[in-house]
């Protein structure tokens, strides 16, 4: 008979967890990390992708200190957080707190999660075929945005959509925010299920409207999910590639472009491997610092609701 070790917990489950977790170890060494060192070493050389690197040590970060097109691309990245971050999450709680607290109640659920599901529907469709689809949707000439302007005689606001240096971004915004509206509605929509129906009714009786529910009992109820949402999305702005590539390819001249997609012209079509992986660590590290700072509030705030 196995003797009980003190403490109730015997070594040989403990080494059971670490069989199960070695793969998955493993795996992200293997996935994330070796990749990850290995592009920061070519960060620090001038290599061509054939033949030897030359080190050449912190000359690609200097460069990129100066690099007028690439703090360009990271002001269009900043714009791409508003689309996919601060928008998504604004609208997304204003939905979800309307069909939870408004749809479902007043006709059913039902039909709050027929609404639901809509929303979602561009998650789900791959990048690449929304992208297509909406560059038919904002085509110049033909594009059903376009012909709709036309068809109720606004035909005077006709433009190129994605062509235009001084629209291009507003209108790869717009279809970001359509794309991304649908995931905070649906973590926020499922935070809203462990609230006490029992404050709303409360209110309700109190007399408080749609709008002081929502901004009292909603907002702080679900402000664990809120963070992150906040946080999975501003990471995703900040690696956002497919759709730049897939509708403007970081045009009209530059007008569109994104860190991410700055890296990759670097990468493949200047050749320039060396620079393009000083791009792509400098994202990297930002987005690594700002997942941990987002966890720190998020654990601070759990901390404070106790």
Not at 181 to 193: E, H, K, R, T
Not at 285 to 295: E, F, K, M, N, P
Request: glycine residues 10%.
């Amino acid at each position: 008979m196995l003797r009980r070790v003190r403490g109730g917990h015997h070594p040989a489950r403990r080494d059971s967890y670490a069989a199960f977790l070695l793969p998955g170890t493993l795996a992200f060494l293997a996935v994330v990390i070796l990749p990850f060192a290995m592009n920061t070493g070519i960060s620090f050389t001038d290599w061509r992708g054939v033949g030897t690197p030359d080190w050449i040590g912190l000359d690609n970060y200097r460069r990129l200190a100066g690099d007028a097109a690439f703090w360009e691309s990271f002001r269009h990245s900043v714009a791409m957080v508003v689309a996919m971050a601060v928008l998504p999450t604004a609208l997304g709680l204003v939905l979800a707190a309307a069909l939870f607290d408004y749809i479902g109640k007043h006709f059913g659920s039902r039909w709050a999660a027929v609404l639901r599901a809509c929303f979602y529907l561009p998650q789900v469709l791959p990048i690449a075929v929304a992208g297509i689809v909406w560059s038919w949707i904002l085509a110049p000439e033909n594009g059903s945005l376009n012909e709709l302007l036309k068809a109720v005689g606004l035909g005077s606001l006709q433009q190129d959509w994605l062509g235009d240096p001084d629209l291009a971004l507003y209108g790869v915004m717009a279809v970001m925010v359509w794309v991304q509206i649908g995931f905070p509605l649906v973590v926020f929509m499922a935070g809203l299920q462990r609230v006490d129906p029992g404050l709303y009714e409360a209110a309700e009786l109190d007399g408080a409207g749609w709008w002081r529910r929502f901004w009292h009992i909603t907002l702080p109820q679900i402000r664990p999910e809120i963070y992150v949402v906040l946080v999975w999305c501003t990471i995703a702005a900040l690696k956002v590639f497919g759709a730049v590539y897939v509708l403007t390819k970081g045009g009209p001249g530059g007008a569109t472009n994104v860190p991410s997609y700055f890296s990759f012209q670097n990468f493949f079509e200047k050749t320039q491997v060396g620079y393009g992986s000083a791009v792509s660590t400098v994202l990297t590290a930002l987005i690594l610092a700002l997942a941990l700072a987002g966890l720190r509030l998020q654990t601070r705030a759990e901390d404070e609701d106790r």
